[in-house]
């Protein structure tokens, strides 16, 4: 069975056969660095970074980019409310940023571009939207004329006359953009700002460039002017995902991607998690709590299309579930660790896989897991296979069985980013705290019995492991030696 995923632009599913033979060019639309990065960002990472990771598993040669969004009107308001410059803010939350993708097991992209590397292909994609007469120059400003493309709309199943001005607000009034515009759907390729402001010069003077315009100019520049699949989360069908395609194809006259797929939202109380609501846990705060392994699993647990629900209990229950897989793969055969290789960092793959198809159980295993990834990446599916896999080695009494079945069970969950990673032992900072603090209350209580045997024994073992008891006026205290 081939793979079959559903595009957003056809609105079904379709065999997925990609342009250039066995490779495949896969954009997916990365964060806006102005902010710490939350739950439904983190759905978004690792539901492309498994759909690239099970590709390479089917046997495709990927190059994948997730491109950085650090040109934008909200950097800008932040940096000035911070009083720091927009490449500051943006450069701490791209670190940020990093940070908790590798925390999640997220892999590195192919290609990362940044918007501020691609100022110069973005403005001469404006200017030759604007030869073509696709685009025009008003007052400082470029605008792509919406009349002029016949299919504007189609991805975002939208009515000219029914669509607003673009979701992102301009460096201007609606009032005056009324007055340059030729109609109000058409959106800014170029926006002019004053001197004083962020921006960079161009034919058309100061300005800044389109947020539609920088994706556009960067797929073209780092995959080709047609790749095989654009990703996203849904929000950015329209405007965002429709405004490049209309771009891209006035320009080149070709479609730019072949496939269109858009992840659904994490929802609070069924409203969509975001910043401007307040309604969100960033991802650092989650992992504090929780394992990546069990974020994971919580995204994971539900097909990429439709939304999570978020509560506290339904996150207990993701890491409550995951001892299961954890329990299981104990029994397979441990990996030494290595230092990163980006050649081998998918080394699993369905051609390794075939060592297993001796064993019925894992023959029958590889066969239904392969079949829901195939059927649009069903995650939710192939996680049930899991666990009916971990439920077996649990079961089992052959322990070269069980050793053969977890192996495949830690390869498998691979797929998926998992790691399954024995955490039941380790402990947070907040509650080694609160063990110090009552070993402190236990040594406090035999010094005040006159036990001091079992008070300096105390205090030697923790010395030992790096803690230094210091004993004062108001108590006992302890650092880090």
Known sequence: MSIQVFNTLTNKKEEFVPID???????????????????????????????????????????????????????????????IRPDQLSRHYLYEFWADMHALNVAPPDIEPRATEYLAQMINMAEELVKKGAAYEAGGDVYFDVAACKNYGKLGKKNIEDLLVGAREQVRSQDELQQVKRN????????????????????????????????????????????????????????????????????????????????SFVQVSEEKMSKSLGNYKTIA?????????????????????????????SLMGAKQALVRLVRAALFGESKSSKKFDPKSRFAFDAKAAEVYQ??????EFHKEFVAAMDNDFNTAVAISQLFSLADKILQSKDDAEKKLWATALKNYAGVLGMTLADTRKQVDEKTTDQVLEL????????????????????????????????????GATWEKT
């Open 21 to 83: 033979g066995n490779k495949v060019s896969l954009y997916a639309c990365g964060p806006t660095v102005y902010d710490s990065s939350h739950l439904g960002h983190a759905r978004m990472a690792v539901v492309w970074d498994v759909i690239q990771r099970y590709l390479r598993f089917a046997g495709y040669d990927v190059t994948f980019v997730r491109n950085i969004t650090d040109i934008d009107d909200k950097i800008i308001n932040r940096s000035k409310e911070l009083g």
């Open 184 to 263: 109000p759907v058409d959106f800014a390729l170029w926006k002019s700002c004053a001197a004083t402001e962020t921006g960079w010069h161009s034919p058309w003077g100061f300005g800044r460039p389109g947020w539609h315009l920088e994706c556009s100019s960067m797929i073209k520049s780092v995959l080709g002017e047609t790749i095989d699949i654009h990703g996203g989360g849904e929000d950015l069908v329209f405007p965002h995902h429709e405004n490049e395609k209309a771009q891209s194809e006035s320009l080149h006259d070709k479609q730019l991607a072949k496939y269109w797929l858009h992840n």
């Open 285 to 313: 705060d989650l992992l504090r709590d929780f394992s990546a392994d069990t974020l994971r699993l919580f995204i994971l647990q539900t097909h990429y299309r439709n939304p999570i629900d978020f509560n506290p209990e």
């Open 358 to 363: 001796a064993d019925k159980t894992l023959a």
């Open 439 to 474: 070993v402190l209350q236990l040594r406090q209580k035999a010094r005040a019995n006159k036990d001091y045997a079992t008070s300096d024994l105390i205090r030697n073992e923790l010395l030992k492991s790096g803690i230094n008891v210091m004993d004062t006026a108001d």
